[in-house]
C-alpha cells in the first residue's frame, strides 16, 4: 500500500503562484508516475501535470507554459508549480500515483493511489 499526503495551496491572489507538495509512504517502490489532479466545483476532476520516475512529464494545455512538476524518486516526493494563477485555477488540488508498469499515466484509472486533496482559491 502506497498513502499520499499533500501540502500547501490556501488562497492566492490573481496573478501569483502556488507550489504543492505530495510525499509518498509505504511501498513507493511499486509506483511510478505521480501526479497532480483538480476538481474545481461542479466540474469534473481533471489531470493538471504529471510525471514518472525517469522524469519524463505531461501538462494538460490550461497549465502548459506556466506550471512545472519535478520529483524526488529517493525522497519519494512530487511537487508543482503554477505561476500566474486566475479564479479559473480554483479547485481542490489531488496527488496521485500509479502502479509501476503502466508509465506516463495520463488518464484517472490509471492511478491507484490517491492522497485527500488540498484546496486552492484564487481570488481576483
Known amino acids: 500500500q502506497v498513502q499520499l499526503a499533500g501540502s500547501g495551496g490556501g488562497l492566492v491572489q490573481a496573478g501569483q503562484s502556488l507550489r504543492l507538495s505530495c510525499t509518498a509512504s509505504?511501498?513507493?517502490?511499486?509506483?511510478?508516475?505521480m501526479g497532480w489532479y483538480r476538481q474545481a466545483p461542479g466540474k469534473q476532476r481533471e489531470l493538471v501535470a504529471a510525471i514518472t520516475s525517469a522524469h519524463s512529464v505531461f501538462y494538460s494545455d490550461f497549465v502548459r507554459g506556466r506550471s512545472k512538476i519535478w520529483r524526488d524518486n529517493f525522497k519519494g516526493t512530487v511537487s508543482l508549480r503554477v505561476d500566474n494563477l486566475s479564479p479559473d485555477d480554483t479547485a481542490v488540488y489531488f496527488c496521485a500515483a500509479a502502479k509501476r508498469g503502466i508509465g506516463l499515466a495520463t488518464t484517472e484509472r490509471e492511478y491507484e493511489y490517491w492522497g485527500r486533496g488540498t484546496q486552492v482559491s484564487v481570488s481576483s
Open positions: 509505504g511501498t513507493i517502490r511499486s509506483i511510478d508516475a
